[in-house]
């Protein structure tokens, strides 16, 4: 007979952990199985080199949103003024460089702070005046959309200058020469990327068990650690096989790193879960819930911004209906990766994995030929049943 030390320490088996992990492991399977669905539906041009590329590049700004939603989302609050903002920051962006002539550091350094005080304006009515973030990003949305026309006169601005293009547009310099069209530098940074991640889940598997908290069973981890690595290892090829790495991808990757580090390894991302959870609770424990809240705000304008300037770098261009729609597939892509409409349940990874599965049914239902008017309902019907599963998950 097992000690209750012995039990807690001791992985679950079979049945039983499946049951336990059905939010964390659901919809990385159903983003496999979406992905094999489309390469065998559209012939084998999903995971053309091409093709994934263009997914990473079309998915970057649902991708960095997404972090920052995933913030708000834990809290228990909603912005929908992202797109917005993404858009009115694209506007300014071009009112700098292109209408002013604003040097590209400054330029970018003025909308990412735009974007933080944007953000920081309706954390404010959020956190401190209790209004409902649903209210507030609302007006937020409305009032930013409007700003966004004003400042480019319905009008279209660019082109911007080409080193502020290769923020989207721009590939990592090649350092070894493979011939063939093959970029040997990328696929190395793929396969370094890749055990990095090996490692840390090794590092983090150990510190788990030396803690007695329990862990998933050694063969699921060992199996599932090298699926994993073959799978960013043939990504890593493909992207290799086109045009190697885009800058994009590498601003993406430090910002998963950043986050998920931020999210499972201080004391602040902690906290933040914990005001999900139970704010009230929190607040008694004190954490400074209020505080935290107006912050998860400034972020997620960060973020926005820093979207924004992606956008318009991509488009090469500032439009006046850049951004339109935009929250929509963040919120989505949140809810679909295992975060909570309750708050205090979400991970990064989810996010990421929501977006990007948000991102492969967008790019293949076009590739099939299926119109937008569907592309919608197919997109609801899935939000749907990711958040019927989050309801039953909360039931159990």
């Known amino acids: 007979m097992s000690t209750p030390q012995e039990a ?65 989302i834990v809290t228990g609050h909603i912005d929908l003024s992202v797109g917005s903002v993404a858009g009115f920051i694209g506007g300014l962006a071009g009112l700098l460089m292109v209408k002013w002539g604003v040097n590209l550091a400054a330029a970018i350094f003025i909308c990412l702070a735009v974007g933080g005080v944007i953000g920081g304006i309706q954390g404010y009515f959020v956190a401190y005046f209790k209004i409902p973030s649903f209210i507030v990003t609302l007006a937020g949305m409305l009032v930013f959309r409007g700003l966004m026309i004003a400042i480019l006169g319905s009008q279209a601005i660019g082109p911007f200058p080409p080193i502020f ?17 093959f970029y040997a530098t990328s696929f ?8 990095f991640l090996i490692w840390q889940n090794f590092k983090s598997r150990s510190r788990r068990i030396a803690h007695d908290v ?4 050694f063969s699921f981890f060992v199996a599932k650690n090298v699926l994993v690595f073959m799978a960013i290892a043939y990504v890593a090829f493909l992207i290799s096989s086109h045009r190697g790495l885009p800058n994009v991808l590498i601003i993406m990757a430090v910002l998963i790193v950043a986050y ?19 704010a009230r609770a929190a607040e008694l424990s004190g954490i400074k819930t209020t505080r935290l809240v107006f912050w998860t705000f400034v972020n997620m304008g960060v973020l926005a911004a820093l ?22 597939d963040v919120i989505a892509a949140c809810f679909i990766g295992g975060a909570s409409a309750y708050g205090g349940v979400g991970k990064v990874t989810g996010a990421v994995i929501g977006a990007f599965l948000m991102g492969v049914m967008n790019n293949g239902m ?27 998950n909360q039931r159990r």
């Open 8 to 72: 807690i320490s001791s992985p679950k088996t079979g049945t039983g952990f499946w049951k336990d992990n059905l939010r964390d492991y659901g919809m990385l399977i159903s983003l496999i199985a979406i992905v094999i669905f489309f390469q065998i539906a559209t012939g084998g041009i999903l995971l053309k080199p091409l093709n994934v590329t263009n997914i990473v590049l079309q998915n970057s700004y649902i991708v960095i949103m997404a972090l920052g939603m995933l913030m708000v």
């Open 165 to 181: 293009q290769k923020l989207s547009s721009g590939y990592v310099a090649e350092l070894i020469s493979a011939g063939s069209g």
């Open 188 to 195: 190395i940074v793929g396969l370094v990327l890749a055990a």
């Open 214 to 217: 329990e862990s998933e069973p």
């Open 260 to 278: 998920g580090f931020f999210t499972n390894r201080t004391i602040i991302g902690r906290q933040i879960y914990a005001v999900g959870g139970n």
């Open 307 to 328: 979207a924004g300037l992606v956008v318009a770098a991509r488009l090469n261009s500032a439009t006046p209906k850049a951004g339109t729609g935009f929250e929509l």
């Open 366 to 392: 076009s590739i099939l030929g299926i119109g937008i008017d569907y592309q919608q309902v197919i997109k609801g019907l899935v939000l749907l049943g990711a958040v019927c599963v989050d309801v039953y």
